[in-house]
């Protein structure tokens, strides 16, 4: 073992101010949760509803570079939280041994209580301090970048989703049109074969008064017959009798060619209702096209857009998407590398301001907020880094701009009207 990761430093434990300054953003953002940190500065100043999360971390982070009320609060918290893990680490009195524990907690996936109890351990050397924030650091690296991962997964679900709603909606409507013509149709069948059914009973019952008619007039022949009827009346029996049997074949082909209409209706009835049984029946899955519409862009007419901050490898698409608008574009990394002082010229050549916020210094955030406040222009804080929230408040600006356009030359227009 390397004589580099033993330590002879002091027994008595840093404050939290104490320590280096680039352990507080690690500190205030892992060991504690946005609702104890707001709770906690609202105990030291007024906390309103306009101030963001990240307003609230960056006055706790300065705070701590110096004894103050709130530092102190901060500090007492830490101890009371983490208590259990300190009197576990203090009983650690090397640096090796310190740098196992948290290994085994880097494992367990709990890191807030071992780092406070590493940071201000009497015998933490400033190697071991530059191991567990690079771990820390890169571990919210990772978890941002997870983030962004399944953001992105859920806004194409989002946009499947819609899809889907509408070929849903689209497929509902005309199975719906397609019922309802069928429904129509079948009472309009179901009309006729009951207008149908009632001419056949109504000739049913012209035949059987016509059938008892030539029966009473075969008995009235029968006996008069019997009585030895005259020639005449025989004659006009006769007569009699064949009308009637010739009205009664007349009726009784008139029934059997309503009996084979009523019987073609109800098989023409029987084959809509089964072709709309059939058409309702919910189909197989069709494959849906999961390319994206595109949203037709706003241009920016000009307008000079200064992005403050965001990754590195996505500032030519950031600016691909200004030009192509007809805009300007404008970078400033927001003190990572390029001059700080610089931000102050920049901010002043831009209509306006797109922010970074997670990927730029505290000191460049509050130059930024300060300097667009006192001069009026517009300026989006974007949490997330990402190309869509980019082209969102791109989209948003661009709206802006144009109504802010149209509403100048309706005044015009009406200036040359009055004069």
């Known amino acids: 073992m390397s004589t580099d990761l033993m330590s002879s430093a002091s027994s008595r434990r840093p404050r939290l101010w104490e320590l280096n300054q680039k352990c507080h953003c690690p500190v205030i953002g892992v060991c504690f949760g946005m609702d104890e940190i707001r709770k906690l500065v609202g105990k030291v100043m007024n906390v309103s509803t306009q101030h963001n999360d990240f307003d609230i971390h960056v006055t706790a982070v300065c705070a701590c570079e110096t004894r103050t009320r709130l530092s102190s609060l901060l500090h007492k918290e830490l101890e009371r939280k983490y208590k259990l893990y300190i009197q576990r680490y203090n009983k650690v009195k090397d640096v090796a041994g310190l740098l196992a524990l948290w290994r085994e907690a880097m494992n367990m996936g709990d890191i807030a209580g071992p780092m406070w109890a590493i940071f201000s351990h009497a015998c933490c050397t400033e190697q071991l301090l530059n191991t567990v924030y690079g771990d820390v650091h890169m571990l919210q690296h990772q978890v941002g970048a997870g983030h962004r991962v399944e953001q992105q997964a859920h806004l194409r679900l989002v946009q499947e989703n819609a899809i889907l709603s509408r070929e849903l909606a689209d497929i509902q409507n005309r199975f719906t049109q397609y019922r309802d013509e069928r429904v129509l149709e079948v009472a309009t069948l179901n009309e006729q074969l009951t207008a149908f059914k009632n001419d056949m009973i109504f000739h049913e019952n012209l035949a059987k008064r016509h059938n008892n008619e030539v029966d009473h007039l075969r008995e009235m022949l029968a ?46 009835n029987h084959l809509l209702e089964t072709e709309l049984a059939h058409k309702l029946m919910p189909e197989n899955e069709k494959q849906v096209s999961k390319e994206i519409i595109p949203i037709n862009a706003v241009p920016l007419n000009g307008c000079t857009v200064l992005c403050v901050g965001g990754m590195g490898n996505a500032t030519p698409r950031y600016r691909k998407l200004v030009e192509n608008r007809g805009g300007v574009f404008i970078h400033h990394d927001g003190g990572i590398e390029e001059n700080i002082n610089r931000l102050k010229s920049v901010l002043a050549a831009a209509d306006a301001v797109i922010c970074q916020t997670g990927c730029i210094s505290h000191n460049a955030y509050w130059r930024v907020k300060e300097q667009c406040k006192r001069t009026g222009k517009a300026c989006s804080f974007v949490a997330n880094p990402s190309l869509n929230s980019f082209l969102q408040v791109l989209d948003e600006l661009a709206t802006q701009r144009s109504g802010l356009a149209d509403a100048e030359c309706a005044s015009l227009g009406t200036s040359w009207q009055a004069n």
């Open 223 to 268: 006996d008069m017959l019997a009585d030895v009827a005259s020639p005449e009346d025989n004659l006009r029996l006769v007569n009699s009798l064949r009308n009637a049997e010739s009205e009664n074949l007349v009726l009784k082909t008139k029934l059997d060619e309503l009996e084979m209409r009523l019987v073609e209706t109800e098989a023409a």
